[in-house]
């Protein structure tokens, strides 16, 4: 008996002593989208022209799902983003935007970048077949440092670049 009161006793005070871990609601970091990778576009040819885009997307706003929770000086949240996909020489629906995250110290250095994509399709418009404007959202889970901003950009090869500029 004198074994469990023991056992019971020192498993009160661990419990007791141990340091619990305090989370609590923040400011969400500030969003930024790339002013040279905001814009993205595709074609269904071999080469990209002016002539042959297939469609043009934008990011056009965030949200944070949830709120932003700091625990140990990290800040968890769900991040959504919203494309607006603008159809030009499209002949086929699929749409595929890659497109990166990167983490910001207060100097604007790069600290972390993460790479993702969207796969969706084209809408059609029900009275004559042709593609319409289409929103596409994405979501992200992100944890970042409490003082960190957050830099939204589409990834784009040189060929792209130089169509954009």
């Known amino acids: 008996m004198k074994k469990y009161f023991t056992l019971f ?3 009160f005070f661990i419990s007791c002593a141990s340091e619990k871990q305090q989370s609590f609601v923040y400011l969400c970091p500030e969003i ?7 814009i993205y576009v595709s074609s269904e040819e071999q080469s990209l022209t002016l002539n042959n885009v297939s469609y043009k997307a ?7 799902i949830d709120e932003c929770i700091n625990s140990s000086n990290n800040t968890k949240s769900r991040l959504s983003i919203l494309f ?9 629906s699929d749409i595929l935007l890659p497109y990166y995250i990167a983490i910001l110290d207060d100097q604007k250095n790069i600290l972390d970048i993460q790479y993702y994509k969207v796969v969706g399709d084209l809408k059609k418009n029900i009275d004559d077949s042709s593609y319409i404007e289409t929103e596409i959202i994405d979501t992200q889970d992100i944890n970042i440092s409490s003082s960190n901003n957050i830099l939204i950009g589409f990834m784009l090869d040189k060929e792209k670049m130089k169509i954009l500029n």
Do not use: C, G, M, T
């Open 58 to 64: 934008e990011f056009n706003n965030y949200n944070f």
């Open 84 to 92: 607006v996909v603008k159809p030009y020489k499209a002949i086929n």
């Open 9 to 11: 006793i020192s498993l």
């Open 32 to 38: 930024l989208f790339s002013k040279d990778h905001r």
